[in-house]
């Protein structure tokens, strides 16, 4: 399957701070997804992107599509302490249409006050 | 803010026992799936379902079953729990990108079951 690499695995930053992460794949997709999942809940989507390239953001959060379609970024400027949690990238099986996703390892961010 | 719903939340239980984990989701996706995560891992695809009697296994092998009567239920079940299978279980759903809907890709996730066996 899809091989997808989350960098970095961790931050600490305080508040305030501005924060970017990471996603690259050993193989070009189609769409890139950004999840934000709080402590004991399940993965919410914040972002999605359809187009290399493409730049989408959803209040402080902005996501790039990579123009090689193998990597994307999110970047989370003034960071707050509610950002806290952990942030995947996904991405579908480009073989299949039926909507199964890779994720990512995650990115656990902590933000100090 | 998505309909999908799992019930419990929270469950503790001796090994041995027989659970069925509950998801249902309102939206009228044609898709499901279920993910096995450990705290602050990666999550993992156990199980999916194109739609009414299809049911397919994820990349993780799992000793646990799924079924799919109707479309918005998606339970998962495990005969006899183990401690192995202490983990956050979540059930996620997608919609099958007709005009009108989001786009298939777009997985909406419940808010998970945290499973402990003794």
């Known amino acids: 399957g899809q091989q997808l690499n989350q960098s970095p695995q961790s931050m600490f930053i305080q508040e305030g701070e501005d924060v970017s992460m990471n996603c690259t794949s050993s193989?070009?997709?189609?769409?890139w997804l950004w999840y934000k999942q709080d402590p004991g809940e399940g993965p919410v989507l914040l972002i999605a992107?359809?187009?290399?390239?493409e730049l989408t953001s959803n209040g402080r959060l902005t996501a790039q599509f990579g123009i090689t379609r193998k990597d994307s970024f999110l970047n989370i400027s003034a960071s707050i302490p509610s950002d806290v949690g952990i942030y995947f990238c996904?991405?579908?099986?480009?073989?299949?249409?039926?909507?199964?996703?890779?994720f990512g390892r995650g990115t656990q961010l902590t933000v100090w006050p | 803010e998505a309909d999908i719903y799992q019930t419990p939340r929270y469950l503790v239980i001796g090994t041995g026992k027989k659970i069925t984990l509950e998801c249902s989701q309102t939206m009228g996706h044609d898709k499901m799936y279920w993910y096995q995560q450990d705290p602050g891992m990666e999550l993992h695809l156990i199980h999916y379902s194109y739609g009414v009697n299809s049911t397919e296994k994820g990349d993780l092998s799992s000793e646990s079953t799924v079924s799919r009567i109707r479309t918005e239920h998606f339970p998962l079940t495990l005969e006899s729990a183990r401690p192995s299978h202490t983990s956050q279980y979540l059930c996620?759903?997608?919609?099958?990108?007709?005009?009108?809907?989001?786009?298939?890709?777009?997985?909406?996730f419940g808010p998970g079951t945290r499973l402990t066996v003794l």
């Open positions: 992107l359809y187009k290399a390239g």
């Open positions: 996904a991405g579908p099986d480009r073989g299949s249409t039926l909507g199964r996703l890779y």
């Open positions: 193989s070009i997709f189609n769409t």
């Open positions: 996620a759903s997608s919609a099958t990108g007709l005009a009108g809907s989001p786009p298939p890709n777009e997985q909406f």
